[in-house]
């Protein structure tokens, strides 16, 4: 009777570890999905800003 527990005991136990594993992935996934978010922003501001410049280098360029 012993043996018959224990294995369900281990069965508990691994499916509570890996509910946990489970959790871990998604808090890392969704922070790694505000990341990316925030290098899209800072990457879609820094083309902004390079446009503006070269809008604006052209312009000097062409009042010469």
Same mark, same amino acid.
Request: glycine content about 8%.
């Given at each position: 009777m012993f043996w018959p527990m224990f294995a369900v005991a281990a069965g508990f136990v &691994?499916?509570?570890v890996l509910g946990v594993l489970a959790v871990r992935v998604?808090? !890392? /996934?969704q +922070?790694? &999905?505000r990341?990316?978010?925030e290098? @899209? +922003?800072r990457i879609s501001r820094a @083309? %902004? %800003?390079l !446009? +503006? /410049?070269?809008v604006s280098a052209a312009r000097s360029v062409d009042s010469l």
């Open positions: &691994g499916l509570a998604f808090l !890392e /996934a +922070r790694l &999905g990341q990316v978010t290098s @899209a +922003r @083309a %902004d %800003d !446009e +503006r /410049a070269t």
